[in-house]
C-alpha cells in the first residue's frame, strides 16, 4: 500500500481553495482563503480556538459546504461530492474505534461498507496492520491497546481505503506528553513510509514545529503565514505570529533610519538600537515597529563585556520559571519594560543562576532579531 512521495522536483498541486469563505450568521469563520497543498505534504493548520481551522478540515471532508469559492482535489471541484464518496479519510480526536469489534474488524469495516470480497479485505487488513507496525494485534480489541496503539489503528482503518488525503483533527491532544512524543516520532516515520498527504489541526505551537512540511498560522478566518516551521519561528511576518508561535520578546519602537541592511529603531522606553532587516519595501524611515527576540538569542550574566554590534541593558531578575533543561529569567529593564532570556541548565540538579532580585545585563546581537510592521 505504500506510496512513493514526491521528490522536491515533481511536486504538484494535489488540494487548493480558491476564495473560499464560510460565515455561521454574523460570525466568519473563512473570509476568501486562498491556499495550495501540495502531493505528499504533512501540512499543518494551527491557529487558536474560533480561528477557522476546523471549519476549513471539515470542508475537505465534506462534512459542511463553503458560502461561495471552490475547493479542488487534482485539479477537479469536490464541493458537490458528498462525504463517502471522497478519497479522504478523517481520524478524530477519540479515533472512533468500535468496542465490540476486533483490531481486524474495525480496520475491514469500511472495505465491508466498500462491497470488496472477502480475499481482497483480509489481504488489505494485514497489510494496513503491517504499515501501522502492528501486525499481530487483529485478533485484539481495543480495550486491550495503549493510546498510542488506538492512534496507529485508527489510522490503519483510515488508509485501507488507500485515500488520496489524510485528516487529522488535534489526534494527540488526549494524550500525556511523553507519549505525545512519542507519537509525534510515529507520525512523521508513518508519513514517510507512506507517502501520503497528511493534513493536520492543532492548537499546540510545538506540535506543529516538529512535525510539519509546512504551517499555515490563522487567525480569525485568515491565514496570517504559510511557510516552513524554521520560518515560521525565526522570521514572522506579524507581531501576531511571533506572539502566537513560541516565547518571544516584543519590543514597539519606531524606525528612525536605515542604512544598507541596517535599521535604527527607537525601542519605547528603552531608546536606540540597531538591527538587521530583512529586504522589506515595508520598512521605512518613521515606521511604528516591533522589534522580535526569542528567549533563547538573549544573553544575560551579572556582568557582560558589550561586543561590537550587539544592544547591551541593565536590569533586575523579576522572576524565573525553571524547566528542567532551561531556566527562562524575567527581567524588568527600565520603564518597567519585562524581557525574558533563557539559561540552559547545564549543571546537575536544580541549577540557579539568579535569585529575584539581582541585578543582571542581558544583550544581544544586532542580527538574533526580527523586525515585523505594526
Known sequence: MPVTGCSDGDLFTLLEFRDVSRRFDDFVALDRVSL??????????????????TTLLRMIAGFDQPDSGDILLDGKSIVAVPPERRPIHTIFQNYALFPHMTVAENIAFPLQMAGCAKSEISDRVNEALADVRLPDKGKQYPDALSGGQKQRIAIARALVNRPRLLLLDEPLSALDAKLREQMQLELINLQKEIGITFIYVTHDQGEALALAHRIAV??????????????????????????????????????????GDRAWIELDGLGAVQ???QSNPAITVGSHCTL???????RISATLTQETDEAHFKGIVHDMLYLGDVTVYKVELANNIIMEALL?????????FFEVGDSVEVAWRIDAGHLVMD
Do not use: W
Request: proline share 8%; aromatic share 8%; charged share 20%.
Open 218 to 259: 490563522m487567525n480569525r478566518g485568515h491565514f496570517i503565514q504559510v511557510d516552513e516551521p524554521s520560518r515560521i519561528y525565526g522570521f514572522p511576518n506579524s507581531r501576531f505570529v511571533a506572539d502566537f508561535i513560541g516565547q518571544c520578546n516584543l519590543l514597539s519602537g519606531v524606525v528612525k533610519s536605515i542604512q
Open 275 to 277: 538591527t538587521i532587516i
Open 36 to 53: 495550495t497543498i501540495e502531493a505528499g505534504e504533512f501540512f499543518t493548520l494551527l491557529g487558536p480556538s474560533g480561528c477557522g481551522k
Open 292 to 298: 522580535t527576540l526569542r528567549p533563547e538569542k538573549t
Open 344 to 352: 540552559p541548565n547545564s549543571a546537575p540538579g536544580r541549577a540557579r
